[in-house]
């Protein structure tokens, strides 16, 4: 994949991994614009040089609005890369939790679809471009804490394989960004053995430049997530984490 002199947006990123890929495809010499809903950040964004839009992945007519005026600034456009995503906690013995898994569902799987849906058209219009879905480890090794947040990416790994066998031979390709935990949006206060950003980006960019570009971007860190079930460390993985169960309200010291 070319990095340098292209036309990208990105939805989701005006803070975490999304803004430091914003910064990291500026870098290279590629045109930037950022989509998201936290207004100060993207005022921050529009400072530095980027274009910017205000976005909701939950709403449709707003994700059909940003599709438009950004093809009306940029119709050049042949990245679209999918960050929007929350995490949520949820306690699955407390029905009150569905609301925070419809959030989660909405958002992560349904904006992806949304998002990706907007810009099809164009891209295959075009006849050349790419998707950069983003999952997640957890996708592949879910962590008990947030269920719905592990089926919702394992829903985008598996929709963006079938998004990239239907989008076969219209010379739009499908890439999926598989991060391990990364020491962003107070993951590194949870989590001592979250990768730092910086590294991370690096890791990223050096592996969408490859020739070929591989289907998933799958960093060091996250290789122990991946390929967990092959490896047959899958269910001992799983019972170690299940320790964090203790971060549930209501069920600190209780050991479940």
Avoid at 214 to 227: A, F, G, Y
């Amino acid at each position: 994949m070319e990095l340098a002199h292209r036309t990208v947006l990105v939805v989701g990123g005006t803070s975490g991994i999304g803004r430091e890929l914003a910064r990291r495809f500026a870098a290279t010499g590629s045109t930037v614009a950022v989509a998201g809903r936290n207004a100060d950040a993207l005022a921050e964004l529009a400072a530095e040089g980027f274009s910017t839009f205000e976005a909701d992945v939950t709403d449709d007519a707003s994700v059909t609005a940003v599709r438009d005026a950004v093809l009306a600034l940029h119709p050049d456009l042949d990245t679209v890369i999918t960050m929007s995503g929350v995490m949520l906690l949820e306690d699955l013995r407390d029905p009150a939790h569905f609301e925070a898994a419809r959030t989660t569902v909405d958002t992560n799987l349904l904006g992806t679809i949304r998002v990706v849906d907007a810009f099809t058209p164009h891209l295959v219009g075009r006849g050349a471009g790419t998707f950069i879905t983003v999952t997640s480890g957890i996708a592949f090794l879910p962590f008990p804490p947030m269920p719905t947040y592990a089926a919702s990416k394992a829903a985008v790994h598996a929709y963006s394989e079938a998004l990239r066998v239907q989008l076969a031979g219209t010379g739009v390709g499908v890439v999926e960004l598989v991060p391990p935990a990364v020491a962003t949006a107070g993951q590194e206060q949870v989590n001592p053995h979250a990768l730092p950003l910086d590294g991370f980006a690096t890791e990223v960019m050096g592996l969408l430049a490859q020739e070929p570009t591989p289907d998933e971007i799958l960093v060091e860190k996250v290789l122990m997530h991946r390929w967990a079930e092959r490896d047959g460390t899958y269910d001992g993985l799983v019972a170690q984490r299940a320790q964090a169960l203790s971060m549930l309200p209501g069920r600190q010291g209780t050991g479940q």
